[in-house]
């Protein structure tokens, strides 16, 4: 069983910085892919950041510049750094991560990021 622990959200005034953290409980070897999703209310869930074993990354076009994201893979930890926050980046922010042996996707329970205008 994969466990997923979210961490950083609350309340930002525009422009503002905010820093997720989840930590994952599964044996190093076996993760692939780690990153962050979003759901806005009223809205579907959406990529942000990911982020392979290898360190390559990929972002939603509307977070480029702003966002960063990283992995500890030591300590089978992922990050969200997230500057220059904007009033529609408000949503529950979800961690993400794809393990490789067997192949299969876990979601953490989400942490909600508010920014006010």
């Known amino acids: 069983q994969v466990q997923l622990v979210e961490s950083g959200g609350g309340l930002v005034q525009a422009g503002g910085s905010l820093r997720l953290s989840c930590a994952a409980s599964v044996s190093t070897f076996s993760i692939g892919v780690m990153g962050w999703y979003r759901q806005a209310p009223g809205k579907q869930r959406e990529l942000v950041a990911t982020i392979t074993s290898g360190g390559s990354t990929n972002y939603a076009d509307s977070v480029k510049g702003r966002f960063t994201v990283s992995r500890d893979n030591a300590k089978n930890t992922v990050y969200l750094q997230m500057n220059s926050l904007k009033p529609e980046d408000t949503a529950v922010y979800y961690c993400?991560?794809?393990?490789?042996?067997?192949?299969?996707?876990?979601w953490g329970k989400g942490t909600l990021v508010t920014v006010s205008s």
């Open positions: 993400y991560v794809r393990t490789v042996l067997p192949r299969m996707d876990y």
